[in-house]
């Protein structure tokens, strides 16, 4: 769902069709409140076909493809493109990404973006922002050498490190790594220190891409919850 600045209506952006047949998928405008059949755009030019989480910035919506069809002699990192869908035009385009291996995400830099990479033959994670947007022009802001030996020596269940689950938000104009071993939550801060940790007792959980961020709407429920803490991490 998205504002469209220029009726000021919200629309949504729906997506149809089966994956296994890329002619019959299609993506189509509908408006909140509209009697009106869903309206057709197309789809974006590129060769992935299943997206991550949004992040919305410059009334744009983008997303960083998780998965891409294989091409002959073509490693995947090569093939990965930040799609871009204009909620003014409402039209799709693709936007350069930096040249990185590994495991990747996508998310929101204080208003700009930022993606996450991880290799599973390395122990650092690197983090680019989106230093010109127009441009589409990417900067390494922060690597992050993983403390793998404290995290194996303090915490039981946690895995082997080329199996943990990485996240990353922005906080207080810097970086929070979230880890995610067999057994726990860790934090680690942008210079590599683990800060926190949370024994998650059930293994089925997993990371979501959605974030929620606090409105200047104050509801009563939430402080009568047991344990709520203002400003708390929200993180856990």
Not at 1 to 7: A, I, S
Not at 91 to 120: K, N, Q, V
Not at 150 to 159: L, V
Request: proline content about 5%; overall charge negative; aromatic content about 14%.
């Amino acid at each position: 769902m998205y504002l469209h600045r220029p009726t000021g209506e919200y629309r949504l952006l729906l997506q149809t069709g089966r994956f296994k047949v890329k002619d019959q998928i299609g993506c189509y405008v509908l408006s909140l409140g509209s009697d009106q059949h869903p309206r057709f755009i197309g789809w974006p030019e590129t060769s992935s076909r299943i997206f991550g989480a949004t992040v919305q910035v410059r009334d744009s919506l983008h997303w960083y493809p998780v998965y891409c069809p294989a091409e002959k002699n073509m490693p995947l990192y090569e093939r990965k493109l930040v799609v871009v869908f204009d909620t003014i035009a409402e039209s799709f385009r693709r936007m350069r990404e930096p040249t990185i291996p590994g495991t990747s995400c996508i998310f929101d830099m204080d208003g700009t973006l930022g993606i996450c990479t991880c290799s599973s033959s390395s122990r650092v994670v690197d983090i680019w922002v989106l230093q010109s947007y127009e441009n589409e022009v990417w900067d390494l802001k922060y690597r992050i050498e993983l403390p793998v030996a404290e995290i194996t020596r303090e915490f039981e269940d946690c895995g082997e490190y080329w199996e943990w689950d990485f996240d990353v938000v922005s906080v207080n104009a810097g970086v929070l790594l979230l880890v995610r071993t067999d057994g726990w939550l860790l934090h680690i801060d942008s210079d590599g220190k683990l800060v926190n940790s949370f024994y998650r007792r059930h293994r089925g959980l997993c990371m979501s891409e959605c974030r929620f961020k606090q409105s200047l709407v104050q509801h009563a429920f939430f402080p009568a919850l047991e344990g709520y803490v203002v400003n708390a991490s929200p993180f856990i």
